[in-house]
């Protein structure tokens, strides 16, 4: 095992020396460190060539001509050691928020997981020097953004990772879209995507000593990533076509309701649920018919299968959407307007009908 630990740096003249010496003094064989400095202008890149002079550990400086941020330095950093031949790299901040001590523990991970991450919030793990409201900010956006990515790690914004060569080159370097911290997730969202295993390992994650911090502003170009992160995810994009469908054929489904309602009458609950259940059936395969074809693209050629599939999924939904709407507008219960049962029922029953059918009638096999 090769290992290269990569830091950034921007103005961390106050840090570099020490973290170096602390790197240096855990006398690990095969590894070596590359510091990716944006030009700082406080001179911590002639405090990293100093250090590389000095004997017990290969020190390397890449510069950047431009402040390009965490994401354009780690991308940088990360094709500079497979041009180098590293077996495993290790992602490190400059400002001992990342004690060294748990480099050993990362390189005791077997040696063919894709990343190793150094986990805040898993057991055995946690912060020190944070406020409350940092810290609240931190992990509801961990959360928020596990959800909306479908992110199985606990800690998806951590920095302190171990990653493996074929990981690494993997990645499209060219496509990424994350510039600052959100790289962070960037690289879990690909690891998951493209089927890498993903070990956590406890670690206290400390606040920075001294320096300035860097992550001003981040939490909102972060955001702007996750969201384009996740218009990128299948399921999303499913969803939304759903959602399109589900649209066109409410109207149909509310149409026909009015229609029915006025031939067959309203006058008492029941031929009121009667106009509603036939209005569904119309809606209902109008949606199957779009969904297969567009939502799913669906080129399963057992359509009758397909359809008594559909037809279930659509049973339950229609189950579902008229309970709600019984329960809403029936004088036995609520007994609100029409309109609020209609809307109701359409969005649980919406629910129910996409996943139902995306997990079982239009399951890819």
Request: proline share 2%.
């Amino acid at each position: 095992m090769k290992t290269l630990i990569i830091i950034p740096t921007y103005n961390e003249q106050e840090n570099i020396a020490n973290l170096i010496e602390s790197l240096r003094n855990l006398k690990i064989s095969n590894l070596e460190i590359l510091v990716v400095d944006d030009s700082s202008p406080d001179g911590t890149g002639d405090i990293v060539t100093h250090e590389s002079k000095k004997p017990g550990l290969a020190i390397h400086l890449l510069t950047q001509t431009t402040k390009g941020g965490l994401g354009k330095a780690y991308a940088n950093g990360f094709q500079w050691a497979i041009k180098h031949d590293y077996t495993h790299v290790i992602s490190m901040d400059a400002d001992f928020s990342h004690d060294p001590k748990y480099v050993p523990e990362m390189l005791k991970v077997d040696e063919n997981v894709g990343i190793v991450i150094g986990s805040r919030y898993i057991k055995g793990g946690g912060i020190v020097g944070w406020d409350t409201k940092r810290y609240l900010n931190s992990y509801g956006a961990n959360i928020v953004t596990r959800i909306a990515l479908g992110l199985k790690p606990k800690d998806v914004t951590a920095g302190y990772k171990r990653y493996t060569r074929e990981f690494l080159e993997s990645i499209d370097y060219k496509h990424i879209i994350a510039s600052g911290y959100a790289f962070q997730v960037e690289m879990i969202y690909e690891a998951q995507n493209y089927g890498f295993s993903i070990v956590e390992i406890p670690i206290i994650f400390a606040d920075r000593r001294v320096g300035q911090s860097k992550i001003s502003g981040e939490l909102k170009r972060s955001a702007k990533v996750v969201w384009k992160l996740t218009k990128k995810r299948e399921g999303v994009r499913q969803f939304i076509k759903f959602c399109i469908v589900g649209a066109i054929n409410t109207i149909v489904d509310w149409a026909f309701y009015a229609i029915f309602k006025t031939f067959i009458g309203s006058s008492t609950q029941t031929l009121k649920q009667i106009a509603k259940a036939c209005s569904f059936v119309i809606a209902a395969t109008s949606s199957y018919i779009m969904n297969r074809k567009w939502t799913f693209r669906s080129t399963d050629n057992q359509i009758l299968k397909q359809a008594i599939k559909f037809i279930a999924i659509s049973v339950g939904g229609l189950v579902i959407n008229n309970s709600v709407f019984y329960l809403i507008t029936s004088p036995k219960f609520l007994h609100l307007a029409d309109i609020l049962g209609l809307i109701s029922g359409t969005a649980i029953a919406t629910f129910w009908n996409f996943f139902g059918n995306r997990k079982w009638t239009f399951k890819e096999d």
